[in-house]
């Protein structure tokens, strides 16, 4: 009997190649199309130190492996390989077709060898002073160990020899350095015509002069890359710091094994075969021939020279109708609750409301959750200020937030600095939450404003991450915020809670329940439905729950961005489920949830996906929403979403990403509609109907 299932790995491929259908879909604005491939390249990066590494060391269980996971690893990994070229070779045809539209808009992209007197001359120069000195070859021949490979680096492996004596070839090995150069140098424009030259290609210019002392007069270079496997193998003494600890992991992750190497495909076969003997790369290692060029990344970053019909337009934010400039916000939240959403409002109100908390005389605390800070953050900012004027400010900075260990740990040593108190996270679990309580003393009693989000107090990724953020002061939810941070500071002390939904200790059992009530009330022939908005969804236990829920005539819809475990369209078990995945301008991050409990529905905002660490190993809050009118607003938002005909695939067990068709006259985009929407919303007099086209 097939599974159930879909092993989430392979989901996971499934929506990055979502991303590669809109890096291929002609009306993207074109560097928007590279961005995509960019995104693509790193999520790639990101899913073999992660999820590839696990399953290789899954691999040395045995046959105890298919217990944990449900799946043979090896057949898995072998499945990864063969979907990871499919997605290589699509990834190099669609970049190809990409340089030919950048042709057409007068962009080019040259190489080494295409470059005219003058440009050559530019290259030159820059290669001489700016990039000659960063350079510092290794030479493989003279050495009988590579060294440590950087994982995020990339390198050119380097051929030399002489036409007079060809078979007297020397190996070398140059990192690289970016991100300290820019990956690209924009050579002088001639006419209407602009040029962009890689920095890779800028040393392969320069190889001659680098190893001038070998008198070698041939010279050729390809990229190399190797990924490692990212877990940290942590310590259990427990007499070390975390931030000890955590050091140690980092310096240990920085000589992972080797997940996956990636390298030109013209490579010589005696150079690979160095590189394959001395990473010790075994027949399980995963050996990807590419293109030219690697860390694709980098892409992300790619200029546009000022011209604008290249990108998507800029939103402007839109204000919100309950916070008028210049005015408390504190005073605002205590009249009624407030949703705002990103990016479509602005972060600003949030860092606003820590700056007049930070200066209000009648507030004595601010308490903070961070686990992904912007590189800049003006929410650091507004917490020491606010340590500044006398406020006693306690933040929750998770030094476990995978590949934000470092920063997180500067972070924390900076606002211990300032005077802020800082708490290292929970032992045992990642805080995840994004909580915010602010405790004022009115009159000698105390007031509290608290905030609930979706996604990472970050403004950076603010501006493009589909999120939401409760304001509220109802005493209902304020007390349990209240209740996580006194379990934060005092982890003993645990609490139980009737509003608040908190992982490990009630969200799984209350989600299943809430699932079951649904099930109940279809089986009384009732009206039952669930409605989901989420990054990912593999629980086991939840799918099964979700499945006896479809049999029993609950309608189930789901928007899922990432790795989706469950199977729609499965006879008898999956008739009532409708799922859908949209990737579009923003990044989808929100998670929204709603039961329909009987004609009384019950709606939720969180900062948990429906997987088992969130469930079980995490400190997650789900937040009710209890205004009706902030319900109809939730409401809305998932409806023009699951209404979406242009960005929306069709998420089912063959993992075809098809797109969802409607009328050819009536195109529903529901970012843009969203926009449109919540300008109406918050607008001070009615708007009429617009085209969004032109806002977004």
């Known amino acids: 009997m097939p599974s159930m299932f879909t092993n989430k790995e392979l989901s996971w491929l499934s929506f990055n190649a979502r991303l590669l259908q809109e890096a291929s879909n002609r009306d993207v604005p074109l560097i928007e199309r590279i961005r995509f491939l960019g995104i693509f390249s790193s999520n790639l990066d990101e899913f073999f130190r992660i999820r590839v590494a696990t399953l290789k060391r899954l691999t040395l269980l045995g046959k105890k492996a298919k217990k944990y996971i449900g799946h043979n690893p090896n057949k898995i990994l072998k499945q990864v390989q063969d979907i990871v070229l499919e997605q290589h070779r699509l990834f190099d045809k669609i970049y190809q077709d990409i340089l030919t539209e950048l042709a057409a808009e007068k ?104 190893f001038s002392i070998f008198q070698f007069d041939s010279f050729m270079a390809y990229t190399v890359k190797l990924t490692r496997d990212a877990e940290m193998d942590m310590t259990a003494d427990y007499s070390q710091s975390l931030v000890k600890k955590l050091t140690s992991g980092l310096r240990q992750r920085k000589k992972g094994q080797p ?43 790619f200029p546009d020279f000022g011209l604008k019909h290249l990108r998507y337009k800029a939103i402007r934010p839109l204000p919100h109708r309950d916070l008028k400039p210049r005015q408390s916000i504190m005073k605002a939240m205590s009249g009624k609750d407030i949703l705002l959403h990103y990016p479509y409002q602005s972060f600003d109100y949030l860092i606003d409301l820590l700056r007049e908390a930070s200066i209000d005389p009648n507030v004595n605390s601010v308490k903070f959750t961070i686990y992904r800070a912007a590189r800049n953050s003006s929410i650091i900012n ?45 032992p045992g679990l990642k805080v995840h939450s994004k909580l915010c309580l602010i405790t004022s003393r009115i009159k000698g009693k105390p007031e509290y404003h608290a905030v609930i989000g979706t996604g990472n107090f970050n403004e950076d990724t603010a501006r493009i991450y589909g999120d939401h953020t409760l304001l509220t002061t109802d005493r209902r939810l304020t007390q349990e ?146 205004d009706k009118a902030l319900q109809k607003e939730l409401q809305d938002y998932l409806d023009i979403q699951q209404n979406d005909n242009v960005k929306a695939r069709i998420l089912d067990r ?12 009536s195109k529903l985009r529901a970012q843009f509609l969203i926009y449109d929407y919540l300008q109406r919303l918050h607008s001070p007099a009615p708007l009429p109907e617009s085209k969004v086209e032109q806002k977004i």
């Open 107 to 210: 962009i080019f992209i040259v190489n080494e060898s295409q470059l005219n007197e003058e440009q050559g001359r530019y290259v030159k120069s820059y290669f001489q002073h700016e990039v000659r000195h960063r350079l510092f070859p290794i030479i493989l021949d003279d050495i009988r160990k590579l060294p440590d490979l950087k994982d995020h680096a990339i390198y050119l492996s380097v051929t030399m020899s002489r036409q007079t004596a060809p078979a007297e070839t020397k190996y070398a090995l140059i990192e690289v350095p970016s991100p300290a150069l820019s990956r690209f140098l924009i050579l002088p424009q001639h006419n209407e015509n602009r040029y962009i030259i890689l920095l890779d290609d800028v040393i392969r210019y320069g190889l001659e002069d680098v």
């Open 654 to 665: 063959r993992l075809e990403n098809k797109f969802r068709e409607g009328a050819p006259d």
């Open 382 to 426: 507004a917490l020491i200020n606010a340590a500044k004027n006398g406020k006693n400010v306690a933040v929750l900075v998770e030094l476990q937030a995978r590949f934000d260990e470092e920063a997180n740990i500067q972070w924390a040593n900076q606002l211990q600095e300032e005077g802020v108190t800082v708490i290292h996270g929970v």
């Open 259 to 301: 997940i996956r190497f990636v390298y030109d495909a013209s490579l010589p076969q005696p150079l690979l075969n160095i590189f394959v003997k001395r990473l010790r790369l075994n027949s399980q290692d995963t050996l990807i021939p590419g293109a030219r060029y690697h860390n694709f990344k980098d892409f992300m970053n």
């Open 481 to 626: 915020v209240k209740k996580i941070f006194e379990f934060f500071e005092t982890n003993y002390k645990t609490s139980s809670f009737k509003h608040l939904l908190v992982s490990p200790f009630n969200m799984r059992s209350e989600f299943i329940s809430m699932i079951r009530r649904e099930t109940e009330l279809a089986r009384a022939g009732r009206e039952a439905y669930i409605h989901l908005k989420l990054n990912n969804l593999v629980d086991n236990e939840i799918i099964q729950s979700l499945y006896e829920a479809s049999q029993a005539g609950v309608r189930i819809k789901l928007n899922i961005r990432g790795m989706f475990a469950l199977q729609t369209g499965l006879p008898g078990i999956g008739d009532n489920i409708e799922a859908i995945g949209i990737i579009d301008k923003f990044l989808e991050h929100s998670r929204i949830y709603v039961f329909g409990n009987n004609g009384d529905p019950r709606y939720f905002i969180s900062s948990a996906d429906l997987m088992r660490r969130n469930l079980d190993h995490r400190v997650e809050v789900t937040c009710p929403v209890y």
